[in-house]
């Protein structure tokens, strides 16, 4: 059973557009999300993350925006690059840090020049 | 800071053999080590969670006896493939926690069975 929700499976944008992947949850144990790029035959790396106490967060040009009472939460990406088609996975715990990770499905973004 | 290395980045091996991966955190003491496989543009399944000193606990599913972890030391954790057969054939993931900080990923091994 999927924790973790993820959608687009897909995406596709252009230069300078914006990217939004979104993400559902059931599990209201679940105390901390983050976000991880992986480009191909590399590992995930920790983009961004977020706890339930705000509602959004953002770093340079990606933000996480959540909901808590809507179990939701995604990943906008401003100004998007040809360098951030990756795959983009969400993911949550609980205990925080100290949780095990439950995954999306991934997201595979491609911007185009 | 926080980094973690795999090693072999790819190894081709034959049906029945033994394959040893490595993973190291370089900069920090990995006090908790994870072990995920990845399939061709699928998500990451953990196959197990290991803490320094202690037996590793497998998910539901997977044969500890099949995937043998070690983790003896604070900077090192290895996952052993033992009598692998094509259907192993996967990425290889290993993640590397110290205490509460988040898990930092190494860059995988790509493991084929021939």
């Known amino acids: 059973q999927q924790q973790v929700k993820q959608s687009p499976q897909s995406l596709i944008v252009q230069k300078g557009g914006i990217s939004i992947i979104n993400c559902a949850y059931e599990?209201?144990?679940?105390?901390?999300f983050p976000w991880y790029q992986q480009f191909p035959g590399k590992g995930p790396a920790l983009l961004i993350a977020i706890r339930p106490d705000v509602s959004e967060k953002k770093e340079g040009r990606f933000t996480i925006s959540f909901n808590k009472s809507a179990k939701q939460f995604s990943l906008h990406i401003m100004d998007s690059q040809p360098g951030d088609s990756a795959t983009y996975f969400c993911?949550?715990?609980?205990?925080?840090?100290?949780?095990?990770?439950?995954f999306g499905r991934g997201t595979q973004l491609t911007v185009w020049p | 800071g926080a980094v973690v290395s795999q090693h072999p980045s790819w190894v081709i091996c034959k049906s029945g053999t033994s394959v040893k991966i490595e993973c190291r955190s370089l900069d920090f003491q990995a006090t908790t080590m994870f072990w995920y496989r990845q399939f061709p543009k699928q998500s990451l399944m953990l196959m197990a969670t290991s803490n320094e000193g202690s037996k590793a606990t497998y998910e539901q599913g997977v044969e500890k006896d099949k995937f043998l972890i070690n983790h003896a030391s604070l900077t090192l954790s290895t996952l052993t493939v033992t009598s692998a057969h094509p259907e192993d054939s996967s990425f290889y993931i290993c993640s590397a926690r110290d205490g509460n900080q988040p898990q930092h990923f190494g860059d995988g091994t790509r493991l084929s069975i021939l």
């Open positions: 993911a949550a715990s609980k205990g925080s840090t100290l949780g095990r990770l439950y």
């Open positions: 599990n209201t144990a679940f105390d901390y």
